[in-house]
Structures are given as C-alpha cells and as structure tokens.
C-alpha cells in the first residue's frame, strides 16, 4: 500500500488564475480559476503523476523540499 507524503507546492498568480507546481516533482503542474482550486488540482495531479511513475517501475520523489519566509528590509 502507497504511504502517504506530503509535497511542497508553489503556488504562483497568473493572467487567468493560478498555477502550481512541486519542485520535488519535476514535470507535474497543474492550474486554477483560484488558489483553492488549483490546490485541488494539484494535489490531484500529484496523485495522478505518482501513480504513473509506479506503473511504469520509475522512482517515486521524496519530499525533500521546504519552505521559510525571511523578512528583508526594503
């Protein structure tokens, strides 16, 4: 049975909505009308991408990434 992982996504604001993507998973996006919506969708893009690589015999990637806000005096 699959573990379950948690995937860092970025989320990005677009001319139409929004796009995402996960930097440990190289080749998966997805996009939105909205933040919450492209959330869905790339949760389910993940899904539908890591499936595939376990069908094809491929290595699944790790979450190895993470993410910080630093304040910077501008």
């Known amino acids: 049975m699959p573990k379950n992982n948690k995937?860092?996504?970025i989320l990005e604001p677009?001319?139409?909505g929004f796009s995402a993507?996960?930097?440990d998973v190289p080749g998966c996006a997805a996009?939105?009308?909205d933040e919450d919506e492209?959330?869905?969708?790339?949760?389910d893009a993940l899904a539908f991408h890591?499936?595939?690589l376990?069908?094809?015999?491929l290595p699944v990637p790790?979450?190895?990434s993470s993410s910080h806000y630093v304040v910077v005096a501008a």
């Open 7 to 9: 995937h860092l996504i």
């Open 14 to 16: 677009t001319a139409t």
């Open 21 to 23: 993507y996960s930097p």
């Open 31 to 33: 996009t939105g009308a």
């Open 38 to 43: 492209t959330r869905r969708n790339m949760a």
């Open 50 to 52: 890591i499936e595939g």
């Open 54 to 57: 376990r069908e094809m015999g």
């Open 62 to 64: 790790q979450p190895a």
